[in-house]
C-alpha cells in the first residue's frame, strides 16, 4: 500500500499507475525486508501539473476504478483517458488490494491474497477484511480513497507491534 502511495501522491506532481500488478511484479527486498516493484514493465505515467494546467473535462472529480470480478490472474481494467485526465485517481490502491491483497486475488491456482488467514487476534475484530473489502469493492462513493489510507495505517500498526514484540 506504500508503493501505491507513493507512486499516485509524489513531491514531483507525477502519477505512475501501474498497469500490471501481479504476484511475479513484486518481491521483499534483501537487506530491509520492504516490498519492491521487480518488474514496472507496464506503467503509465501522467503529469498532474499539466493535468491542472490544461483542464480538461472533469480534471478535478476524484476518479474511482471500477471494481470487476474476473477468473483469471491480475485482472485488472482500467480507462487510460481517465487516468491520463484526471488528478485524483485511485488506480494503485484498486490495483493492490484487487490483485495482491484481497480475497480476490489469485496466483497459480491460489485464491485470498496474500492477507488470507490472518491471525485469530487480528481476524477476530474484522477490521482487516472490512478494510480490504473497501479498498477492492466500495460500496461508498470514493470509498477506496478512504479505505486505502486507512489499511495503510492499520498494516503499518501490526507490522510495528509485530517488530516490538520480536525485538523482546
Not at 51 to 78: G, H, M, T
Not at 116 to 129: F, N, R, S, V, Y
Not at 142 to 155: C, S, V
Amino acid at each position: 500500500m506504500d508503493i501505491a502511495e507513493q507512486l499516485t501522491n509524489n513531491d514531483f506532481e507525477f502519477a505512475l499507475y501501474l498497469l500490471d500488478v501481479s504476484f511475479d511484479n513484486f518481491a521483499v527486498g534483501p537487506r530491509d525486508g520492504k516490498v519492491i516493484v521487480v518488474d514496472a514493465e507496464n506503467v503509465l505515467v501522467t503529469d498532474k501539473r499539466l493535468i491542472k494546467q490544461n483542464k480538461p473535462e472533469n480534471y478535478d472529480v476524484w476518479y474511482e476504478s471500477r471494481f470487476e470480478e474476473c477468473d483469471r490472474e491480475a485482472c485488472l481494467s482500467f480507462s487510460k483517458d481517465s487516468l491520463c485526465s484526471r488528478v485524483t485517481v485511485d488506480h494503485n490502491y484498486y490495483a493492490v488490494c484487487q490483485n495482491l491483497l484481497s480475497r480476490y486475488a489469485t496466483w497459480r491456482g491460489t485464491t485470498g491474497g496474500l492477507l488470507h488467514d490472518p491471525p485469530a487476534h487480528i481476524a477476530k475484530d474484522g477490521q482487516l477484511e472490512v478494510l480490504l473489502d473497501e479498498c477492492t469493492k466500495p460500496k461508498k462513493r470514493y470509498g477506496r480513497f478512504q479505505a486505502a489510507k486507512e489499511l495503510r495505517e492499520y498494516l503499518t500498526q501490526l507490522a510495528a507491534a509485530s517488530s516490538s514484540a520480536t525485538a523482546r
